[in-house]
Protein backbone atom coordinates (compact mmCIF):
# COMPACT_ATOMS: atom_id res chain seq x y z
CA UNK A 1 0.00 0.00 0.00
CA UNK A 2 1.25 3.26 -1.19
CA UNK A 3 0.83 6.28 1.06
CA UNK A 4 -0.14 9.54 -0.47
CA UNK A 5 0.71 12.49 0.77
CA UNK A 6 -1.50 15.76 1.83
CA UNK A 7 -1.35 19.12 0.42
CA UNK A 8 -0.84 19.99 3.49
CA UNK A 9 2.04 17.66 4.10
CA UNK A 10 3.23 18.92 0.68
CA UNK A 11 3.36 22.73 1.53
CA UNK A 12 4.40 21.84 5.37
CA UNK A 13 7.50 19.88 3.76
CA UNK A 14 8.24 23.30 1.40
CA UNK A 15 8.32 25.14 4.56
CA UNK A 16 10.94 23.34 6.11
CA UNK A 17 12.69 23.33 3.21
CA UNK A 18 13.52 26.84 2.88
CA UNK A 19 13.99 27.11 6.31
CA UNK A 20 10.18 28.54 7.32
CA UNK A 21 8.41 27.19 10.76
CA UNK A 22 4.99 25.98 9.46
CA UNK A 23 2.64 27.98 10.52
CA UNK A 24 -1.32 28.09 9.83
CA UNK A 25 -1.14 30.86 8.10
CA UNK A 26 1.11 29.97 5.33
CA UNK A 27 -0.33 26.51 4.99
CA UNK A 28 -3.97 28.94 4.29
CA UNK A 29 -2.07 31.57 1.80
CA UNK A 30 0.08 28.48 0.38
CA UNK A 31 -3.62 26.64 -0.08
CA UNK A 32 -5.29 29.62 -1.35
CA UNK A 33 -3.32 30.26 -4.18
CA UNK A 34 -2.68 26.82 -5.39
CA UNK A 35 -6.13 26.58 -5.57
CA UNK A 36 -6.47 29.71 -7.51
CA UNK A 37 -3.32 30.15 -9.53
CA UNK A 38 -2.57 34.26 -10.59
CA UNK A 39 -4.60 35.40 -7.23
CA UNK A 40 -4.28 38.86 -6.27
CA UNK A 41 -3.60 39.64 -3.12
CA UNK A 42 -7.07 40.85 -1.91
CA UNK A 43 -8.24 37.16 -3.75
CA UNK A 44 -5.74 35.64 -1.59
CA UNK A 45 -7.28 37.09 1.28
CA UNK A 46 -10.97 36.08 0.69
CA UNK A 47 -9.87 32.43 -0.09
CA UNK A 48 -7.10 32.52 3.09
CA UNK A 49 -10.46 33.54 5.64
CA UNK A 50 -12.68 30.53 4.28
CA UNK A 51 -9.71 28.19 5.61
CA UNK A 52 -8.63 30.80 8.54
CA UNK A 53 -11.45 33.60 9.54
CA UNK A 54 -9.26 35.53 12.13
CA UNK A 55 -6.70 35.54 9.50
CA UNK A 56 -5.36 39.64 9.06
CA UNK A 57 -4.87 41.52 5.38
CA UNK A 58 -1.25 42.23 6.82
CA UNK A 59 -0.57 38.84 7.82
CA UNK A 60 -1.44 37.90 4.37
CA UNK A 61 0.99 40.46 2.93
CA UNK A 62 3.81 39.17 5.04
CA UNK A 63 3.54 36.15 4.41
CA UNK A 64 2.58 36.86 0.59
CA UNK A 65 6.20 38.72 0.43
CA UNK A 66 7.98 36.13 2.35
CA UNK A 67 6.86 33.24 0.15
CA UNK A 68 8.16 35.00 -2.65
CA UNK A 69 10.87 36.05 -1.45
CA UNK A 70 11.77 32.09 -0.11
CA UNK A 71 10.87 30.85 -3.47
CA UNK A 72 7.61 28.83 -2.78
CA UNK A 73 5.58 31.51 -4.63
CA UNK A 74 5.92 33.78 -7.70
CA UNK A 75 4.68 37.21 -7.64
CA UNK A 76 3.56 38.20 -11.84
CA UNK A 77 2.78 41.73 -12.44
CA UNK A 78 0.74 42.12 -15.77
CA UNK A 79 0.29 45.27 -17.49
CA UNK A 80 -3.00 47.29 -15.83
CA UNK A 81 -3.45 44.88 -13.03
CA UNK A 82 -2.67 44.48 -9.16
CA UNK A 83 0.19 41.99 -8.31
CA UNK A 84 -0.70 38.23 -8.56
CA UNK A 85 0.74 35.10 -7.16
CA UNK A 86 1.06 31.73 -8.11
CA UNK A 87 2.52 28.72 -6.94
CA UNK A 88 4.37 27.05 -10.46
CA UNK A 89 7.43 28.66 -9.31
CA UNK A 90 11.10 27.76 -10.47
CA UNK A 91 10.05 26.48 -14.83
CA UNK A 92 10.60 29.89 -16.10
CA UNK A 93 7.45 29.58 -17.73
CA UNK A 94 5.39 32.73 -18.98
CA UNK A 95 2.19 34.52 -19.24
CA UNK A 96 -0.71 35.31 -21.63
CA UNK A 97 -3.22 37.92 -20.50
CA UNK A 98 -6.38 39.21 -21.95
CA UNK A 99 -6.98 42.44 -23.22
CA UNK A 100 -10.56 42.29 -23.02
CA UNK A 101 -11.14 40.38 -19.49
CA UNK A 102 -7.76 40.49 -17.81
CA UNK A 103 -7.82 36.31 -17.54
CA UNK A 104 -4.17 34.95 -17.24
CA UNK A 105 -2.68 31.53 -18.81
CA UNK A 106 0.49 29.92 -18.29
CA UNK A 107 2.66 29.43 -21.02
CA UNK A 108 5.19 27.40 -21.26
CA UNK A 109 8.85 28.54 -21.91
CA UNK A 110 9.08 29.78 -25.37
CA UNK A 111 11.97 28.05 -26.44
CA UNK A 112 12.33 24.69 -24.14
CA UNK A 113 15.40 25.53 -22.23
CA UNK A 114 15.64 28.54 -19.39
CA UNK A 115 15.86 31.56 -19.68
CA UNK A 116 13.83 31.03 -22.64
CA UNK A 117 15.53 34.24 -24.78
CA UNK A 118 19.00 35.26 -25.51
CA UNK A 119 19.76 38.98 -25.34
CA UNK A 120 21.42 40.47 -27.98
CA UNK A 121 23.76 42.71 -26.95
CA UNK A 122 25.45 46.15 -28.02
CA UNK A 123 29.21 46.22 -28.64
CA UNK A 124 31.09 47.51 -25.78
CA UNK A 125 27.63 47.07 -23.47
CA UNK A 126 28.06 45.15 -20.17
CA UNK A 127 27.06 41.37 -20.40
CA UNK A 128 24.65 39.65 -17.76
CA UNK A 129 24.43 36.10 -17.14
CA UNK A 130 20.56 35.84 -17.59
CA UNK A 131 18.55 33.97 -15.32
CA UNK A 132 15.08 34.26 -16.11
CA UNK A 133 12.90 36.31 -18.54
CA UNK A 134 9.41 37.16 -17.92
CA UNK A 135 7.45 37.63 -21.42
CA UNK A 136 3.76 38.94 -21.07
CA UNK A 137 1.84 37.89 -24.22
CA UNK A 138 -1.37 40.45 -24.45
CA UNK A 139 -4.51 39.56 -26.61
CA UNK A 140 -7.65 38.63 -26.65
CA UNK A 141 -9.05 35.36 -25.26
CA UNK A 142 -11.40 32.74 -27.27
CA UNK A 143 -14.60 34.19 -25.42
CA UNK A 144 -13.71 37.74 -25.80
CA UNK A 145 -13.09 37.23 -29.31
CA UNK A 146 -16.71 35.58 -29.56
CA UNK A 147 -18.25 38.47 -27.75
CA UNK A 148 -17.13 41.33 -29.96
CA UNK A 149 -15.46 39.48 -33.28
CA UNK A 150 -15.64 42.91 -35.23
CA UNK A 151 -13.40 44.59 -32.23
CA UNK A 152 -10.58 41.72 -33.74
CA UNK A 153 -8.14 43.13 -35.72
CA UNK A 154 -7.33 41.02 -38.77
CA UNK A 155 -3.78 39.69 -38.28
CA UNK A 156 -3.00 36.70 -39.73
CA UNK A 157 -2.26 34.05 -37.52
CA UNK A 158 1.56 34.05 -36.04
CA UNK A 159 3.52 30.37 -37.26
CA UNK A 160 6.96 31.49 -37.08
CA UNK A 161 8.85 29.23 -34.84
CA UNK A 162 11.77 30.84 -33.04
Known sequence: MTLQTTPTETWAASLRSVGRRVTKQRLAVLAAVERSPHSTADDVVSAARAELADITVQSVYVVLSDLTVSGLLRRIEPPNSPARYETRVNDNHHHAV?????????????????????????????????????????????????????DVPAFPEHTEKH
Open 98 to 150: CTGCGRIEDVDCAVGHAPCLTPSWSPGSSRMTIQIADVVYQGLCTDCREASPE
